[in-house]
């Protein structure tokens, strides 16, 4: 199984749903981010934990909003989604005890808006 | 300002040759990290190599390499012996500071392998 759950894996929606991407993990992380990847963009940052109770913005957060319900999960909600938030969304996951402390990954969730 | 530039947008390279994957990065910050990542085509994110700004010695793991050149603030990864699985993109990113800040992504470099 994996070590960070993304769901859906693929979401197509219209404009103006609200949608919730969620992730869960089992690696006993603290720390816990969601970015966005568009094509010639790289990995930008939308909004990042480092525990329960801390949540902080990252570069891109305009029309999203997060949730950590627990260490384990971080959910992700887009409250009235526009097509250019089509994109492929990414949880992942770091350990602030990892000396590199380097971010591990999930599979991913591809979202289009219509 | 870009934190992290990847210049070369895509790169070939023949099976079992050498490729550098150039990585600039800008920091005022003298404590930093370095990471490099490689994304197939099946889209996982796979971490590759870590660079601390204060190591001495260039990160190596297996077929990868990082020469690290602190003074022109470059990090290129450098992959010996490519193999056909090696095509991928790769993302170069960093880390300022001593860990309570995210990791920021450059725009990667599609690697394609030719046989």
């Known amino acids: 199984d994996a070590d960070v759950t993304q769901t859906p894996r693929n979401r197509i929606t219209k404009t103006g749903k609200r949608i919730m991407l969620e992730c869960s993990q089992t690696k006993g992380h603290d720390r816990m981010y969601w970015y966005r990847q568009d094509p010639g963009l790289g990995l930008q940052l939308i909004y990042y934990s480092f525990d329960v109770k801390d949540i902080n913005k990252g570069e891109i957060s305009d029309g999203y909003s997060v949730s950590r319900q627990a260490q384990a999960k971080f959910s992700l909600s887009l409250e009235s989604a526009i097509p250019n938030q089509t994109a492929l969304y990414f949880c992942?996951?770091?350990?602030?005890?990892?000396?590199?402390?380097?971010?591990?990954f999930g599979s991913g969730t591809q979202l289009s808006v219509l | 300002a870009q934190k992290i530039t990847q210049t070369q947008p895509g790169m070939f390279v023949q099976e079992k040759e050498a490729v550098t994957l150039d990585c600039t990065y800008d920091?005022?910050?003298?404590?930093?990290?370095l990471f490099w990542y490689k994304q197939p085509s099946s889209g996982e994110m796979i971490f590759l190599i870590y660079?601390?700004?204060?190591?001495?010695q260039n990160a190596t793991e297996g077929r990868y390499s990082l020469n690290f050149q602190k003074a022109r603030k470059s990090a290129n990864l450098v992959i010996s012996a490519s193999q056909l699985g090696d095509s991928a993109m790769y993302f170069c990113?960093?880390?300022?500071?001593?860990?309570?800040?995210?990791?920021?992504f450059g725009k990667g470099t599609r690697l394609s392998v030719i046989a």
């Open positions: 990113a960093m880390r300022e500071g001593w860990g309570n800040t995210p990791l920021v």
């Open positions: 660079q601390g700004s204060y190591d001495q």
């Open positions: 992942a996951t770091s350990d602030s005890r990892d000396s590199n402390e380097k971010l591990f």
């Open positions: 920091t005022s910050d003298p404590s930093y990290g």
